[in-house]
């Protein structure tokens, strides 16, 4: 398979998106904690709210669990369940997802409360939250990369959309062999911003549907538009 490996280091292509996507953290909702916050757990908090939807859903959600209910563990564990389902209603399956922050605030706060995610080791940090029921390893290594800086890649839709069109995993490699390729093409570096702008790529540009590859700051580089030419051209053969 053809790699946009071999046309082009990580750095050079990480310069080019920057240099090309705009990356607004009002648009993250991992983000919004982070800046107006400063607290891990909520934090945490958003990245669960985010799962299988998109950001600005999360984010309603996020605003709404704020002002009706709070973000701090205690918060959530003194809260009627039903006043966190029914705040985080717009980012959907707010069921599963209400339970997910239940079970985190009740795991912070034996593992003995907000601190602990700032101060343990964050391999323990995995271990603990990895122990949550509907909390995997995509929501902590978002959380781990966001709130520690730990250079992990999180693959999302749009992560391993991109990384087989660039030739760098098969496509329906796993979760662990997308996200290992990514650090690798990447060199390990800023990892967290590359994750970001593989998400804005994925919305401009390397669109799941009619990827508008003619206006990509990567046309020179990435293997797909010409890989895509090639197999229309042998599907017009064989016609
Ligand atoms: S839009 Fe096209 S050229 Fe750009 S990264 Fe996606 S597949 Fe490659």
């Known amino acids: 398979m053809q790699s946009i490996a071999d046309r082009a280091t990580g ?14 953290w009002r648009d993250y909702a991992a983000l919004i904690p982070l800046r107006e916050d400063g607290s891990p757990f909520a934090v945490l908090i958003a990245i669960i709210l985010s799962q299988n939807t998109n950001d600005k859903n999360a984010i309603t959600a996020y605003r709404r ?55 343990l080791p964050p391999e323990e940090v995995r271990r603990i939250l990895e122990g949550v029921k509907g909390i995997g390893r995509k929501t902590v290594d978002v959380f781990l990369n966001v709130t520690r800086g730990v250079e992990v890649f999180a693959v999302d839709t749009h992560a391993q959309r991109i990384a087989w069109r660039w030739g760098l995993a098969p496509r329906k490699a796993s979760y662990e062999k997308v996200s290992t390729a990514l650090a690798s093409f990447f060199n390990g570096q800023d990892l967290g911003e590359a994750h970001r702008l593989l998400i804005a790529l994925g919305r401009t540009y390397c669109t799941a549907r009619r990827p508008r590859c003619s206006e990509c700051p990567l046309r020179e580089v990435c293997p797909y538009p010409s890989r895509e030419s090639q197999s229309a051209g042998q599907a017009g053969d064989r016609g």
């Open 11 to 24: 750095a050079r292509v990480l310069e080019a998106l920057r240099r090309s996507l705009r990356v607004d």
């Open 65 to 119: 669990l704020r002002s009706r209910v709070g973000v701090r563990p205690e918060d959530i564990l003194s809260a009627p369940r039903e006043a966190i389902e029914e705040a985080i209603r717009p980012s959907g399956m707010y069921r599963q997802k209400a339970s997910a922050i239940i079970g985190a605030a009740k795991a912070v706060v034996e593992a003995g409360g907000e601190r602990a995610l700032e101060t």
